[in-house]
């Protein structure tokens, strides 16, 4: 919970949340952004990154601290 009583979910996210191997789902998409919407219905945001940014340490640090929710 952040100042004001926000409620933030945050999710890095890999190839397993849209892709199975190499190829992109439809339905994996769908079951994710689903997700997203049952969350945000009961009042939490998600803030999604990608995994690729948190390859790098100093590069995860960044991303973080430049994120609309970060105080």
């Given at each position: 919970?952040?100042?004001?009583?926000?409620?933030?979910?945050?999710?890095?996210?890999?190839?397993?949340?849209?892709?199975?191997?190499?190829?992109?789902?439809p339905?994996?998409?769908?079951?994710?952004?689903?997700?997203?919407?049952?969350?945000?219905?009961?009042?939490?945001?998600v803030v999604?990154?990608g995994?690729?940014?948190?390859r790098?340490?100093d590069?995860?640090?960044?991303?973080?601290?430049?994120?609309?929710?970060?105080?």
């Amino acid at each position: 919970m952040l100042r004001g009583r926000r409620r933030v979910v945050i999710e890095i996210d890999g190839v397993q949340h849209y892709a199975v191997g190499r190829e992109v789902s439809p339905k994996l998409y769908e079951q994710m952004v689903a997700k997203d919407r049952e969350l945000y219905l009961v009042g939490y945001e998600v803030v999604r990154f990608g995994g690729d940014e948190f390859r790098a340490a100093d590069r995860g640090r960044v991303v973080v601290r430049r994120a609309p929710y970060h105080q």
